[in-house]
């Protein structure tokens, strides 16, 4: 456990020392407002508040004309009384599509936000100002006043039972793969097979994942300790045929010699070092393509997707999909399985026997009847 944690203690440490960069190009204040939720949120979510709070604040200083007149970093507290409704209004238009560049290559590139996006973004701001306004610094929290935007459910992506079995096929075979690829399948197959039934059958996150040590994982009791965003631990378990996927490939993880500080890391990259969550993606990306190259957005978060449709529908328990999900609120989970249970009440419909009733042409031929007698 505590490697696990120190695995996490690093993932921390790295974030704090990004927001603490990304402060400086910030207001003042925003570093009051973090102070102020530093024991409620992790440092993942005050992360992501700054990347939408630097974003919000160069949209004022490079695209309006009003706030051109000095930089974010070095506004006082009243300057925050001059942003109006329309400057939210802007910036949600903005966010549609804009530039951004990147930081290490300075290449740019065009960036466009759709609905989630765009709500996640203005739902910051809402936060920031309303600590501004319960603080006396504005006279009203106006960020309140945007609509936003109304998100279209969207149905689940996943992957039916053919496509689960092309996709584990191909890790076998290698078919339909390119020739680099093939190779490097010599060396990662048992690894890649391990990593794909965990993800399918335990509905684990990707983050959860390539943070998994190899002190985690118990095959007396087929369970494994993992540690979800919010930073709690829990234990999951899983079916066999995922404990012999992972003594498989425990078997080659053994005979490899990490990198200092990777020695614990269950799952490693060709570079011997704890795989990176960008690498699963690419890697469950690849195999998708050739299993479902209709479905365009398999991921890992797809396969979790797929877990927990096949858990309920297994289960019909929307309260055990949540508690293995992590799920810390079951409204979550009953949303992305809302179809799901239309699709049970619609086969209800059909199972229920109604006596026969008198067709609609019979009836118009007794109706008939009836008036030839008249």
């Given at each position: 456990?505590?490697?696990?944690?120190?695995?996490?203690?690093?993932?921390?440490?790295?974030?704090?020392?990004?927001l603490?960069?990304?402060?400086?190009d910030?207001?003042?204040?925003?570093?009051?407002?973090?102070?102020?939720i530093?024991?409620t949120?992790?440092?993942?979510?005050?992360?992501?508040?700054?990347?939408?709070f630097?974003?919000?604040?160069?949209?004022?200083?490079?695209e309006?004309?009003?706030?051109?007149?000095?930089?974010?970093?070095?506004?006082?507290?009243?300057?925050?009384?001059?942003?109006?409704?329309?400057d939210?209004v802007g910036?949600?238009?903005?966010l549609?599509?804009?530039?951004?560049?990147?930081?290490?290559?300075?290449?740019?590139?065009m960036?466009?936000?759709?609905e989630?996006?765009?709500?996640?973004?203005?739902?910051?701001?809402?936060?920031?100002?309303?600590?501004?306004?319960?603080?006396?610094?504005?006279?009203?929290?106006?960020?309140?006043?945007?609509?936003?935007?109304?998100?279209?459910?969207?149905?689940i992506?996943?992957?039916?039972?053919?496509?689960?079995?092309?996709?584990?096929?191909?890790?076998?075979?290698?078919?339909?793969l390119?020739?680099?690829?093939?190779?490097l399948l010599e060396t990662?197959?048992?690894?890649?097979?391990?990593?794909?039934?965990?993800?399918?059958g335990?509905?684990?996150?990707?983050?959860?994942c390539?943070?998994?040590?190899?002190?985690?994982?118990d095959?007396?009791?087929n369970?494994?300790?993992?540690?979800?965003?919010?930073?709690?631990?829990?234990?999951?378990?899983?079916?066999?045929?995922?404990?012999?996927?992972?003594?498989e490939?425990?078997?080659?993880?053994?005979?490899?010699?990490?990198?200092?500080?990777?020695?614990?890391?269950?799952?490693?990259s060709?570079?011997?070092?704890?795989?990176?969550?960008r690498a699963?993606?690419?890697?469950?990306?690849?195999?998708?393509?050739?299993?479902a190259?209709?479905?365009?957005?398999?991921?890992?978060?797809?396969?979790?997707?797929t877990?927990?449709?096949?858990?309920?529908?297994?289960?019909?328990?929307?309260?055990?999909?949540?508690?293995?999900?992590?799920?810390s609120?079951?409204?979550?989970?009953?949303?992305?399985?809302?179809?799901?249970?239309?699709?049970r009440?619609?086969k209800?419909a059909?199972?229920?026997?109604l006596?026969?009733?008198?067709?609609?042409?019979?009836?118009?031929?007794?109706?008939?009847?009836?008036?030839?007698?008249?």
């Open positions: 456990m505590a490697d696990n944690m120190d695995y996490r203690a690093k993932l921390d440490a790295q974030r704090m020392e990004k603490r960069q990304l402060q400086r910030l207001p003042p204040l925003c570093t009051d407002f973090f102070r102020s530093a024991f949120t992790s440092t993942l979510t005050r992360l992501a508040y700054a990347y939408d630097r974003l919000f604040f160069q949209y004022l200083y490079k309006n004309p009003v706030f051109s007149d000095k930089e974010p970093g070095i506004w006082e507290d009243s300057d925050f009384k001059r942003i109006k409704k329309r939210f910036f949600q238009d903005y549609t599509q804009y530039f951004n560049t990147d930081e290490e290559s300075g290449v740019s590139q960036v466009r936000n759709h989630l996006g765009i709500m996640r973004k203005l739902s910051s701001l809402r936060s920031l100002f309303d600590y501004l306004f319960q603080n006396g610094y504005i006279d009203g929290n106006i960020a309140e006043l945007i609509t936003l935007p109304k998100i279209h459910d969207k149905p992506l996943r992957l039916d039972a053919d496509e689960m079995q092309r996709m584990l096929d191909t890790v076998s075979s290698g078919d339909g390119t020739e680099r690829q093939q190779k990662n197959r048992s690894r890649d097979m391990a990593m794909l039934l965990l993800f399918l335990t509905g684990i996150r990707v983050s959860e390539v943070g998994l040590n190899i002190g985690d994982i095959f007396e009791n369970a494994f300790l993992v540690t979800r965003k919010g930073g709690d631990q829990t234990i999951l378990y899983f079916p066999q045929q995922v404990a012999d996927a992972l003594q490939y425990l078997q080659h993880r053994n005979q490899i010699v990490p990198l200092d500080g990777h020695e614990d890391a269950l799952f490693l060709l570079q011997k070092r704890r795989i990176t969550q699963v993606q690419n890697l469950v990306k690849k195999y998708a393509m050739v299993a190259p209709l479905k365009k957005r398999i991921s890992p978060h797809k396969l979790r997707s877990f927990g449709t096949n858990l309920y529908q297994a289960t019909g328990d929307i309260y055990l999909v949540a508690d293995v999900l992590g799920h609120d079951v409204n979550t989970t009953r949303r992305h399985y809302a179809a799901m249970t239309d699709e009440k619609r209800a059909t199972k229920v026997l006596p026969e009733s008198e067709s609609a042409d019979n009836r118009k031929t007794d109706d008939e009847r009836a008036q030839s007698d008249d």
